[in-house]
């Protein structure tokens, strides 16, 4: 069954979801960073090329030609992902295709809006029997 893990309080989404791509793509897994939203995506895209200077985290978008053989995808489409082992959620439902990955993590910021949002997206996989786990970034 697919876990699922809420990283609360932070302080920017498209850095807790840059690092959280890198470190599953440094475990060798595959990750769907799930958005929507086209500016988030831009500003994904240009913080995975820009993360670190000595290191590369190939990425595509979902509709990229590429997508099928690259391990990190940017988008709303699972289906060219070699591998669903992590889907990263940055929007505000939970992801119709969420269950056909091994793991989830909700990243939610400080913002009562989302904050409010991951509180619709918590009962909705607790009402589906999904174990939850929380961790509080700001006490990291």
Not at 7 to 35: F, I, M, R, S, W
Not at 61 to 86: E, F, H, K, V, Y
Request: glycine share 4%; aromatic share 8%; charged share 30%.
């Amino acid at each position: 069954m697919t876990r699922v893990e809420f990283y609360h309080n932070a302080p920017d989404k498209a850095e807790v979801a840059g690092k959280l791509a890198a470190k599953a793509y440094g475990a060798g897994q595959c990750a769907l960073l799930y958005t929507r939203d086209a500016r988030l995506a831009a500003e994904l895209d240009g913080l995975l090329w820009t993360r670190q200077q000595l290191s590369f985290l190939p990425h595509v978008r979902c509709d990229n030609p590429l997508a099928a053989q690259t391990p990190i995808l940017i988008g709303d489409d699972a289906q060219p992902l070699s591998s669903p082992d992590l889907l990263i959620n940055l929007a505000e439902d939970a992801p119709p295709c969420f269950s056909r990955f091994e793991r989830v993590i909700e990243v939610v910021t400080g913002d009562e809006a989302d904050r409010q949002a991951a509180r619709e997206r918590y009962r909705f996989y607790r009402d589906r029997g999904y174990e939850l786990k929380v961790v509080d970034l700001a006490k990291r």
